[in-house]
């Protein structure tokens, strides 16, 4: 028997039990510096695969060799497994049914893929997987840049009077229930530039150049507004038009500096028509105030002249009274009267002649005349 050890099996050939016990014994050593790390990596894996086994309900170390040879290496399911299997797979459940809503959010719930509910802001349930849930923003504004602001000939529109304009918008909306804008538009944003188009189209063609150009850009918003907003409600669109910035109204660029020619030419018409009207405003005033001092001044003439008569008339009557009483009295006062008034203003030197007429009583060389003008002149 000891010479047997050192047979096929013997010696320092093998590197099981026998050959531990020869290094033991004082056989020979492996070198050092051999391949050590190699095994035990393998180790290391194989008590992990020992280890899973464990939390599998499979068998330990102890029962490797047996479990190996009856084919009972794999896992083998007991309750604390099933266990874990079903807490795993209600936070998962739970993970997929619960969600949360933001303050400017609101989320449809799908039943089966049709429309079932609401949803508000706050935590929400939808049991996954027979109901789903979309989330969407409600209140945030989303703008549509109309026209010619990206650069193409998109605002170029004719209007009523058949010029063309070059017009720049901006639609601002948001969503007010979201199940029929889910449902109802295929494309939402794309239906809302056409609506917006169309809808900027028909006001123009409605309108004229100078308007639009000057004064009328926020009527003209404001009906944009309306018709838009009109249109998507028929839809069902759940769309809401906020309002819309009118930004730019021009002519085209071709024809810009010719325009702005045209637009000078029309102002200092106007400027001229306002001064022309102010010249003929004043001299019109002037005329109707003259016009209406003459009546006045006729009017009073008129009068006076009236009034003139109707005295000439009672005086001719007081005196035809008087003369029917005292002809010979009347007759001489009228005589005085009258010669009164031809003669009161005529330079005269009166006479009187003597018995012989022939005027002696006056010094033939006195300078009457020349006396009388000196008084008047002095009294002057």
Same mark, same amino acid.
């Given at each position: 028997?000891? $010479? @047997? ?6 010696? $320092?050939?093998?590197? #099981? ?35 899973? *086994?464990?939390?599998? #309900? ?10 190996? $040879? ?49 949803? /508000? ?9 027979? &109901?789903?849930? %979309? ?7 989303? /703008? ?26 901006? &639609?601002?909306? @948001? ?56 249109? =998507? ?31 000078? +030419? ?7 028509? /306002? ?5 003929? @405003? ?5 005329? *109707?105030?003259?016009?209406?001092? &003459? ?11 009236? @009034? ?9 009557? +007081?005196?035809?009274? %008087? ?15 009258? =010669? ?28 009457? /005349? ?11």
């Amino acid at each position: 028997m000891a $010479g @047997n050890s050192g047979g096929p099996w013997g010696g $320092g050939g093998s590197s #099981g039990g026998g050959g531990n016990r020869g290094n033991n014994g004082g056989g020979r050593k492996p070198p050092e510096g051999d391949g050590p790390q190699i095994p035990e990596i393998d180790e290391l894996m194989k008590k992990g695969q020992e280890q899973l *086994r464990v939390l599998m #309900g499979g068998r330990g170390g102890s029962g490797r060799g047996g479990g190996q $040879g009856a084919g009972g290496g794999g896992p083998v399911f007991t309750k604390g497994t099933v266990l874990i299997g079903v807490v795993v797979a209600a936070v998962l459940w739970g993970a997929a049914s619960f969600y949360t809503v933001k303050p400017e959010e609101q989320s449809v719930e799908l039943f089966l893929g049709e429309f079932s509910a609401v949803g /508000n802001p706050g935590l929400n349930f939808a049991p996954w997987p027979f &109901v789903t849930a %979309e989330v969407i923003p409600v209140t945030r504004e989303q /703008n549509e840049d109309m026209g010619g602001a990206r650069g193409s000939d998109d605002g170029l529109m004719l209007t009523g009077d058949e010029n063309v304009v070059d017009i720049d918008y901006q &639609v601002v909306w @948001n969503i007010n229930d979201p199940a029929k804008f889910l449902f109802n538009l295929r494309d939402p944003r794309q239906t809302i530039r056409a609506v917006s188009e169309s809808a900027m189209r028909e006001i123009i063609a409605q309108s004229e150049l100078a308007p639009i150009l000057n004064r009328d850009r926020g009527i003209i918003a404001d009906r944009l507004q309306d018709l838009i907003q009109t249109t =998507m409600d028929s839809y069902d669109s759940g769309v809401n038009i906020v309002r819309v910035n009118f930004d730019k109204a021009d002519p085209p660029q071709d024809v810009i500096a010719a325009f702005r020619d045209v637009q000078a +030419a029309a102002q200092e018409r106007d400027r001229l028509q /306002n001064v022309a009207d102010a010249y003929a @405003n004043r001299v019109l005033a002037e005329a *109707r105030g003259e016009a209406a001092q &003459v009546l006045e001044e006729a009017e009073a003439y008129r009068a006076q002249q009236i @009034n003139s008569a109707q005295g000439e008339a009672s005086r001719f009557s +007081a005196v035809l009274e %008087e003369y029917s009483k005292a002809p010979d009295v009347t007759r001489k006062r009228l005589y005085l009267e009258r =010669m009164e008034q031809v003669l009161g203003d005529v330079d005269k030197i009166i006479l009187d002649e003597n018995s012989t007429g022939q005027g002696q009583g006056v010094v033939p060389y006195l300078p009457l /005349n020349e006396l009388r003008r000196n008084q008047v002149q002095e009294s002057n």
